[in-house]
């Protein structure tokens, strides 16, 4: 079998073809490995540090707020309306449950709202001296937009003063495939609030760990 000679044209073409294969594996083995590879790494890991840091901007933007009812509920603190009416910090945590799910079916007639799940969260015991003590529970909702509207508002704007905090929401993709835009928002929060600490507290537990060395 006999080759025949290539036109100066398919020699310009297979020559071009051969560069372009010879850049590509060029640019996967001396560029894309060693260079983009990692570089579009580094630039994954710069997008989580961005999300991290909006997160603790956003948490250190609310300080303000925060100190400033705190500021309130110290200045009137003469007004009860302002605290939570029980003085037990586990009634005051399942009242609080209660006021949530009272006040989400208060809102049922603006849509779908209700509760999925409630729990007091744990808090450090407060130190000798201070007027009060804050109780937070976590609320996790299956609930509709204006719904949840209404309830973020009465829930903020009344009396006693509640704190929404560690807000987030989304919608569960399995169930928005079943029902496209009806499907309800999963919603997750902590709601706080404050019962005056009882008076004696801080004496009660001087006393507690002034007898714990007496045998």
Same mark, same amino acid.
């Given at each position: 079998?006999?080759?025949?000679?290539?036109?100066?044209?398919?020699?310009?073409?297979?020559?071009?073809?051969?560069?372009?294969?010879?850049?590509?594996?060029?640019?996967?083995?001396?560029?894309?490995?060693?260079?983009?590879?990692?570089?579009?790494?580094?630039?994954?890991?710069?997008?989580?540090?961005?999300?991290?840091?909006?997160?603790?901007?956003?948490?250190?933007?609310?300080?303000?707020?925060?100190?400033?009812?705190?500021?309130?509920?110290?200045?009137?603190?003469?007004?009860?309306?302002?605290?939570?009416?029980?003085?037990?910090?586990?009634? $005051?945590? %399942?009242?609080?449950?209660?006021?949530?799910?009272? !006040? @989400? +079916?208060?809102?049922? =007639?603006?849509?779908?709202?209700?509760?999925?799940?409630?729990?007091?969260?744990?808090?450090?015991?407060?130190?000798?001296?201070?007027?009060?003590?804050?109780?937070?529970?976590?609320?996790?909702?299956?609930?509709?937009?204006?719904?949840?509207?209404?309830?973020?508002?009465?829930?903020?704007?009344?009396?006693?003063?509640?704190?929404?905090?560690?807000?987030?929401?989304?919608?569960?993709?399995?169930?928005?495939?079943?029902?496209?835009?009806?499907?309800?928002?999963?919603?997750?929060?902590?709601?706080?609030?404050?019962?005056? $600490?009882? %008076?004696?507290?801080?004496?009660?537990?001087?006393? !507690? @760990? +002034?007898?714990?060395? =007496?045998?």
């Amino acid at each position: 079998m006999n080759l025949r000679p290539m036109k100066p044209a398919e020699s310009r073409i297979a020559a071009i073809g051969l560069l372009v294969l010879v850049l590509v594996l060029a640019y996967f083995i001396l560029l894309h490995w060693w260079f983009v590879a990692p570089l579009r790494n580094i630039d994954s890991q710069m997008d989580d540090l961005r999300d991290t840091q909006s997160r603790y901007a956003a948490a250190i933007a609310e300080k303000p707020q925060l100190e400033k009812r705190l500021a309130e509920l110290g200045r009137y603190s003469t007004d009860s309306s302002t605290f939570l009416p029980e003085t037990d910090p586990n009634a $005051a945590a %399942a009242g609080l449950m209660q006021r949530v799910v009272d !006040d @989400a +079916a208060a809102h049922a =007639q603006e849509g779908s709202c209700e509760v999925a799940q409630k729990m007091p969260v744990p808090n450090p015991p407060i130190t000798p001296g201070d007027p009060y003590k804050k109780v937070v529970v976590s609320i996790s909702l299956h609930c509709d937009m204006q719904p949840l509207i209404g309830l973020l508002y009465t829930l903020e704007k009344g009396k006693p003063y509640l704190f929404v905090q560690d807000f987030s929401v989304y919608r569960n993709p399995l169930v928005a495939a079943q029902k496209g835009a009806s499907a309800p928002l999963e919603v997750q929060f902590t709601l706080g609030g404050y019962v005056h $600490a009882p %008076a004696n507290s801080g004496a009660a537990q001087g006393n !507690d @760990a +002034a007898g714990g060395d =007496q045998p």
